[in-house]
């Protein structure tokens, strides 16, 4: 099966030379294509946890569902990295696939993803008094590091669950959210 950019005359797939570059385009192409459904999947399904989230799902009603949202990052962003070949200083290379600019709307996006992620952690340092709330001796409690700050009711335990998988998923949609647009605007600029 041969695959060709639009723009590129049907002569020069037909030869030999022209069908390895049609080819090997392709595949780049169907990576990229592949990278960013994943992207857009962990999109939605960190959204879909934010909102359960307000119903009472937490970190443990989500079993390994929290697992698949944390390794879907490294899944997508250790092959991002490599495409895009940034140094470790932070310098874009010249070999660089990364795309020089994003449309508007993509950087806004980006930085109202950056504002949610950083107002639902104040909101959660506020609402636990910057402890976690733990079950020790079969009592609701908030615990800073073995200490316990205060006695909770069973309401509020559950609440401060649900808000901490907020933050959790709040931080899965800013990173997938920056995924989702890095692979489709690579893929636009080479594709």
Request: aromatic fraction near 16%; include cysteine.
């Amino acid at each position: 099966m041969r695959f060709c950019r639009r723009d590129t005359a049907p002569d020069f797939c037909a030869s030999e030379e022209g069908l390895a570059k049609c080819t090997r385009y392709s595949l780049r192409q169907i990576v990229r294509n592949l990278f960013t459904v994943l992207s857009v999947l962990g999109l939605i399904a960190a959204f879909s946890v934010y909102m359960a989230s307000f119903a009472g799902l937490t970190m443990e009603w989500l079993g390994m569902g929290v697992f698949i949202l944390h390794g879907g990052i490294f899944l997508i962003a250790i092959p991002l990295a490599v495409v895009q070949r940034v140094s470790f200083s932070g310098e874009v290379r010249e070999d660089s696939y990364a795309p020089e600019t994003k449309p508007a709307w993509a950087s806004r996006g980006l930085n109202f993803c950056g504002l949610f992620f950083f107002l639902n952690f104040v909101a959660f340092l506020w609402m636990s008094h910057a402890a976690s709330p733990e079950i020790v001796d079969s009592n609701f409690v908030l615990s800073d590091h073995g200490h316990i700050v205060r006695s909770l009711t069973s309401a509020e335990y559950w609440r401060l669950k649900a808000a901490e998988l907020r933050l959790f998923a709040a931080g899965w949609i800013a990173f997938y959210f920056y995924a989702t647009t890095s692979w489709h605007f690579l893929r636009r600029r080479l594709g």
